[in-house]
C-alpha cells in the first residue's frame, strides 16, 4: 500500500471511531431525514392542489403536531388516572392471587404445590416493587426533559430539511468520487422510494390495528378502549416487541374487572396480532418493501444492543436503507460486476 492509501485508511478508521461516539446524534439526525421524506409525500399531495411548497410544509407539520396532541390528549391523561387506579387496587389484586393459589393447591399434586410455595413471596416482591416504581414516577417525568429537547432538535431539523432538500442531497454526494456520485444519486433515490414505501405501509398497519383492537376493547367492556386502540396502533411502530408491550395495559385494565376479561383481552390481541403479523403485514410490505421476518427481527435485536431504545425504535427504516445500500452497492455493483 502506498502512503495515500495508509492516509485515507486511518481517516475510515478515524470517522468510523468519531461516528460510533456521536452514534445518538446520527440517530436523531436519521430520525428527522426518514421524517422529511414521510411529510415530504404529504408535501407533494398537497402541492398537487396547487398549495406552495412552503404553505404545503406549514400544513404537513401543523398536522403532524395536531396528531401528537391528539395523542397526549386522549390517550396520557386517562392512562395516568387509570393508573393511579390500578396502584390503589394492586394489594387487592394480590390477595385474589393468593386466595387462588391456595385453591389450587388442593388441586395440584403435593411437589408442584413445592415449586409454587414461594409464589406468596414473590406476589409481596411485586407489590414492593409496583410501589416503588410508581413512587418515583416524578422523576421519571423530570427525566423526560431530555426526550423532550430531542424532539425538538429532531422537527427543527425535519422543517430545515423539507425546506430546502437539495443543498443537504448534494453535500452527500460530494462526499464520493466523482466517478461514482451519478450512481450514488440513484441510489439515494431507491433509499427514498424504499423508506416511503415503508411509511405507507406502517401507517396503513398501525391504523387497521387501532381500529381492530379499539372494536374488540369496546366489545368486552374494557376501561379507555378507545386509547388502548390508538396505543397498540402506535405500538405497531415497533413490530414484535411494541405489540408485546402495548397488550399489558390492557389486560391490566380488563383485570380490574375480572380474569376472565382479562384473559379474554389477551386471546383478542394475539388473534389480531398474528392476522396482521402473517396476512396484513406481508401483504402490504410486499408491495412496498421487501422485508424477510426473520431479518426485521434480527434487525431489531442489532440495532437495539448498539444504539438502545432510539436504535430500537428506528430498526425497520435503518434495515430498509441498508438493504437497498448492501443490493446496490455491494451486489449490483462489486459481486455482480463481471
Known amino acids: 500500500m502506498g502512503l495515500g492509501q495508509w492516509i485515507g485508511l486511518v481517516v475510515f478508521v478515524v470517522c ?38 412552503s404553505i404545503a410544509i406549514f400544513l404537513s407539520v401543523g398536522l403532524l403536531l395536531l396528531l401528537l396532541a391528539g395523542f397526549f390528549i386522549v390517550v396520557i391523561p386517562p392512562f395516568l ?83 430546502n432538500p437539495a443543498p443537504y442531497r448534494r453535500s452527500f454526494i460530494l462526499l464520493f468520487p466523482s466517478s461514482y456520485r451519478h450512481r450514488v444519486e440513484e441510489i ?58 402495548s397488550t399489558i395495559p390492557a389486560v391490566l385494565l380488563a383485570l380490574l374487572d375480572s380474569p376472565g376479561k382479562a384473559v379474554a383481552v389477551l386471546v383478542a390481541y394475539i388473534i389480531i396480532q398474528q392476522v396482521e403479523s402473517n396476512v396484513l403485514t406481508p401483504l402490504i410490505m410486499k408491495r412496498q418493501v421487501s422485508l424477510l421476518p426473520a431479518v426485521t427481527l434480527a434487525s431489531q435485536l442489532i440495532f437495539a444492543s448498539f444504539f438502545g431504545f432510539l436504535g430500537l425504535f428506528l430498526a425497520l427504516p435503518l434495515l430498509v436503507i441498508t438493504q437497498v445500500w448492501i443490493k446496490e452497492l455491494l451486489v449490483k455493483d462489486v459481486l455482480n460486476k463481471r
Open 16 to 53: 468510523l471511531y468519531i461516528s460510533w461516539q456521536i452514534r445518538q446524534v446520527l440517530l436523531l439526525i436519521f430520525t428527522a431525514v426518514v421524517l422529511a421524506i414521510a411529510l415530504n409525500r404529504l408535501v407533494r399531495l398537497f402541492q398537487r392542489f396547487r398549495i406552495g411548497r
Open 81 to 163: 388516572e387509570q393508573l393511579q387506579e390500578l396502584v390503589k387496587l394492586t394489594p387487592e389484586g394480590l390477595e385474589r392471587l393468593r386466595s387462588w393459589t391456595s385453591w389450587l393447591q388442593n388441586l395440584i399434586p403435593e411437589q408442584v404445590v413445592q415449586d409454587l410455595r414461594n409464589l406468596s413471596g414473590l406476589t409481596q416482591q411485586l407489590q414492593s416493587l409496583l410501589s416503588s416504581l410508581f413512587g418515583n414516577f416524578l422523576t421519571l417525568f423530570s427525566n423526560s426533559i431530555g426526550i423532550i429537547l430531542n424532539c425538538v432538535v429532531v422537527l427543527v431539523l425535519t422543517i430545515m430539511l423539507l425546506a
Open 188 to 245: 439515494l433515490q431507491q433509499c427514498e422510494v424504499g423508506l416511503g414505501g415503508w411509511v405507507t405501509g406502517i401507517l396503513f398497519n398501525m391504523a387497521i390495528i387501532a381500529v381492530l383492537n379499539g372494536t374488540a376493547l369496546l366489545i368486552l367492556q374494557v376501561p379507555l378502549a378507545l386509547a388502548n386502540g390508538v396505543l397498540s396502533g402506535i405500538s405497531t411502530f415497533v413490530p414484535n416487541v411494541g405489540p408485546f408491550l
